[in-house]
């Protein structure tokens, strides 16, 4: 238990201490409890006379006493308990607190409640008249005053809440001076630790109240400075979330980015940093050696909700990718989706295979607010395409990245990169790739070998000979002597690749036909998720039918540090890695 923090839960005006109790009693093993029985709340049956005054009172005197316990204090209110504790803190009645849980608040008590609230509370006697204007006016009043002082604010609602609508969960940042955001929990309602989503809100709850106590410490502010230094783009999404910096400084990428060592232990100390999310399996290619070719997807498209949902999970996760088993160029609201997000300050990127990247389309993304793109392109003629990529078209292919290109010259913030995956097949056409791509104006190649069990008899590593080496070598210082540099695949996972680009280029040559057998570079079931257009996620992007949960149903704590995923960190660096990791070039 950490002894210098206390959690004082403050229930409804209608409700009692037991709807909070199963949220008590997730947190309790942590952190101290006190669980607040606002005055005259004896009768389960009967709402006592409103008493602002009083509940305030009982509230502050909680507060207050953890404090004066020398305790770090987070308050947690639920329904009317919200505008209660809201009320006390814009009037003074006690200190701020280190973090505020808003659950299921009212912004604004209108006409439409009486009508809800009777259906909520059937079998139970209404509240007097007197007691009902009261606290509407209070409720109005405390929603739309402005809350002072600097504090973390976290506001989560029951996407199926019966007595306040969903939507009132929306906007409430601008009440708050400090760092606010919202989490809307799919099928939960007015008291989401009473419903199938219990353990889920319980665990957003508990995330939040652990990044209040483990921020902070010394050299975390330099650090961070000096890191973003070397990523300039993570200051508009760390500075505004002193509660996500040490996720990132914690981080396998964070510590390598400054020159520290990483533990690569069982269980994740922190949360996942970067999340590639499949916007959608819908995809007019089949190509030879992709995983779409062999798994069966159903065809769908992740909505603009779902993907809120789910960025509402990762508060920490800074970089955003869309790819998967799809094309995202496929899912009509795919600007949509880069500018929602973009919005908040992540870095956005996402890996197309250019057929449908058109111009008005690439003039919406990059409005939107993209910040990377990586064109694959595996093919240097036709027929190579036609035989190893089919359905590709690959003049149209070369037009869409050329026009992309230029519509970006003038945007230096979009970085653009080719992919390519070579195989045995492939490798005698790479200098003629690499030809093709030092035309096209992209800022980097990086190449991959084959990466799936399945293909292994086709990739590099399987096929290694002199003839092959000599292949690649003289292709890649083609690529150098023109001034393209070429990556490793190893530098998917870096920060700050563009002040450290030389520590990724592919020098050797030979070290993509190598495989390590035994874990040294790869970080992913660390710092990344994988998540799937249903809003499921995998262990890692080269295991994409390993499921290990579901994002919007349950607690990300079950998933991230879960059975699977931490046998899968063991397994990785034990003397018997997984098959999957043997053949990966990046492990």
Same mark, same amino acid.
């Given at each position: 238990m950490n002894a210098r923090a206390e959690v004082v839960l403050v229930h409804g005006y209608t409700g009692s201490p037991e709807d909070l109790a199963p949220l008590a009693g997730a947190l309790a093993p942590r952190v101290a409890i006190t669980q607040v029985a606002l005055p005259g709340h004896e009768d389960r049956q009967k709402a006592p006379p409103f008493d602002a005054g009083a509940f305030v009172a009982r509230i502050a005197a909680a507060v207050n006493g953890a404090r004066a316990r020398g305790r770090e204090t987070v308050l947690v209110a639920h329904s009317t308990g919200a505008s209660l504790a809201l009320a006390g803190l814009q009037d003074g009645a006690f200190a701020p607190p280190a973090l505020l849980v808003l659950i299921g608040a009212p912004r604004r008590i209108d006409m439409g409640y009486r009508s809800r609230w009777q259906r909520a509370s059937a079998g139970r006697d209404p509240p007097p008249l007197p007691a009902l204007a009261a606290l509407i006016s209070?409720?109005?009043?405390?929603? @739309?005053?402005?809350?002072?002082?600097?504090?973390?604010?976290?506001?989560? *609602?029951?996407?199926?809440?019966? $007595?306040?609508?969903a939507a009132d969960a929306s906007n409430w940042e601008v009440a708050f001076h400090g760092p606010a955001r919202t989490v809307l929990v799919l099928g939960a309602g007015h008291n989401p630790f009473a419903g199938p989503r219990a353990r889920l809100a319980a665990d957003v709850v508990a995330r939040a109240i652990a990044d209040v106590l483990e921020s902070g410490g010394p050299g975390q502010r330099e650090a961070l400075a000096r890191l973003c230094e070397i990523e300039p783009e993570a200051r508009a999404f760390f500075a505004p979330r002193p509660l996500s910096a040490r996720h990132l400084l914690r981080s396998p990428a964070g510590r390598r980015a400054l020159g520290?060592?990483?533990?690569?232990?069982?269980?994740?100390?922190?949360?996942?940093?970067?999340?590639?999310?499949?916007i959608t399996t819908h995809c007019g290619l089949r190509c030879r050696y992709c995983a779409r070719t062999r798994l069966r997807r159903d065809a769908r498209h992740m909505p603009a909700d779902t993907f809120r949902r789910v960025l509402e999970q990762l508060p920490h996760a800074y970089r955003i990718t869309f790819v998967g088993l799809g094309e995202p160029l496929l899912n009509p609201e795919v600007a949509d989706l @880069?500018?929602?997000?973009?919005?908040?300050?992540?870095?956005?990127?996402?890996?197309?295979?250019?057929? *449908?990247?058109?111009?008005?389309?690439?003039?919406?993304? %990059?409005?939107?607010? =993209? !910040?990377? %793109? !990586?064109?694959?392109?595996?093919?240097?003629?036709?027929?190579?395409?036609?035989?190893?990529?089919?359905?590709?078209?690959?003049?149209? @292919?070369?037009? *869409? %990245?050329?026009?992309?290109?230029?519509?970006?010259?003038?945007?230096?913030?979009?970085?653009? !990169?080719?992919?390519s995956a070579v195989s045995y097949a492939s490798l005698p056409f790479l200098g003629e790739l %690499?030809?093709?791509?030092?035309?096209?104006?992209?800022?980097?190649?990086? $190449?991959?070998?084959?990466?799936?069990?399945?293909?292994?008899?086709?990739?590099?590593?399987?096929?290694?000979?002199?003839?092959a080496?000599?292949? $690649?070598?003289?292709?890649?210082?083609?690529?150098?002597?023109?001034?393209?540099?070429?990556?490793? @695949?190893?530098?998917?996972?870096?920060?700050? =690749? !563009?002040?450290?680009?030389?520590?990724? $280029?592919?020098?050797?040559?030979?070290?993509?036909?190598?495989?390590?057998?035994? *874990?040294?570079?790869?970080?992913?079931?660390?710092?990344?998720?994988?998540?799937?257009?249903?809003?499921?996620a995998t262990v890692c992007d080269c295991q994409p039918e390993r499921v290990i949960g579901d994002l919007l149903?349950?607690? =990300?704590?079950?998933?991230?540090?879960g059975p699977a995923m931490r046998e899968q960190r063991r397994a990785m660096t034990s003397d018997a890695p997984p098959a999957a990791c043997l053949v990966c070039p990046r492990f």
């Open positions: 209070l409720v109005n009043r405390a929603g @739309v005053r402005r809350v002072p002082g600097q504090f973390p604010v976290l506001v989560l *609602h029951g996407a199926e809440d019966e $007595l306040v609508p520290l060592d990483y533990s690569f232990l069982e269980t994740a100390p922190t949360e996942p940093l970067f999340v590639n999310v499949e @880069v500018r929602l997000a973009a919005r908040e300050g992540r870095r956005v990127g996402l890996v197309t295979n250019a057929m *449908h990247l058109e111009r008005p389309l690439a003039e919406r993304l %990059i409005d939107a607010g =993209l !910040a990377s %793109i !990586a064109f694959s392109l595996d093919c240097p003629n036709q027929a190579l395409t036609d035989e190893l990529r089919p359905g590709t078209d690959l003049p149209r @292919v070369l037009d *869409h %990245i050329a026009g992309f290109v230029e519509l970006a010259a003038s945007n230096r913030t979009v970085a653009k !990169a080719v992919f %690499i030809d093709l791509v030092r035309g096209l104006g992209v800022d980097v190649l990086m $190449l991959s070998d084959l990466n799936f069990a399945w293909n292994v008899a086709d990739s590099l590593s399987k096929n290694v000979d002199a003839p080496a000599n292949e $690649l070598r003289e292709a890649v210082r083609r690529a150098f002597s023109a001034g393209l540099p070429v990556l490793s @695949v190893r530098a998917l996972e870096e920060l700050g =690749l !563009a002040a450290r680009y030389s520590d990724f $280029l592919l020098l050797p040559p030979g070290q993509l036909m190598q495989r390590a057998p035994r *874990h040294a570079v790869c970080a992913s079931p660390w710092q990344t998720l994988p998540v799937g257009a249903d809003g499921t149903a349950e607690p =990300l704590c079950d998933i991230w540090n």
